[in-house]
T-cell receptor, first 114, second 114 residues
């Protein structure tokens, strides 16, 4: 089996601050994802990457940047934190070649902006 | 675009009650359908999937049947336990190039009282 590790678990930032979230996976999966989870809104895709150095925008990419310098890692940057923003950011990975293959998720990073 | 609707935002049951969580989808083509479960403090984890009409997916006593006619994939369990308390997400998946696009519903929070 494998695991997805997200750091930090909790992130507190100030309005306007640039904040970076990190994700590591040891499944050796090609595709990695960042989702944002808000209460009552489900999971929304921010960025995904199908291989090292590839980046693709999801439905919610505005206000975020991403980086995939190694196959095993995928980072997400909040470019300017919004006051009172509170959400959980979930990293996931999968094998891209099968249309109904499942995603494996990390435990999330909970962001609070003061 | 693709969408998933979960009718119930919250469900409260007693142990041994019957559970139904409704899921309806809208998509072009023939998407794969999934249920994911998220326990407190963890990321969502795959429960099961179905890929074709009338196929039944099941795991841990939960089951759902793919119904293309009513565009539904309702989650059912005959007798819930307190340990089933979690958030349940219905999702549809489609392959876009080499990318597994998962569209999630808003989630249903299940609380089971002993």
């Amino acid at each position: 089996g494998g695991i997805i590790t997200q750091t930090p678990k909790f992130l507190i930032g100030q309005e306007g601050q640039k904040l970076t979230l990190k994700c590591q996976q040891n499944f050796n999966h090609d595709t990695m994802y960042w989702y944002r989870q808000d209460s009552g809104k489900g999971l929304r895709l921010i960025y995904y990457s199908i291989t090292e150095n590839d980046l693709q925008k999801g439905d919610l990419s505005e206000g975020y940047d991403a980086s995939r310098e190694k196959k095993s890692s995928f980072s997400l940057t909040v470019t300017s934190a919004q006051k009172n923003e509170m959400a959980v950011f979930l990293c996931a990975s999968s094998i891209p070649t099968v249309s109904n293959e499942r995603l494996f998720f990390g435990h999330g990073t909970k962001l609070s902006v003061l | 675009g693709d969408s998933v609707t979960q009718t119930e935002g919250q469900v409260a049951l007693s142990e041994e009650d019957f559970l139904t969580i409704h899921c309806n989808y809208s998509a072009s083509g023939y998407p794969a359908l999934f249920w994911y479960v998220q326990y407190p403090g963890e990321g969502p984890q795959f429960l099961f999937r179905a890929s074709r009409d009338k196929e039944k997916g099941s795991s841990r006593g939960f089951e759902a049947t793919y119904d293309k006619g009513t565009t539904s994939f309702h989650l059912r369990k005959a007798s819930v336990q307190e340990s089933d308390s979690a958030v349940y997400y219905c999702a549809l998946g489609s392959l876009s190039g080499s990318f597994n696009k998962l569209t999630f519903g808003a989630g249903t929070r299940l609380a089971v009282c002993p």
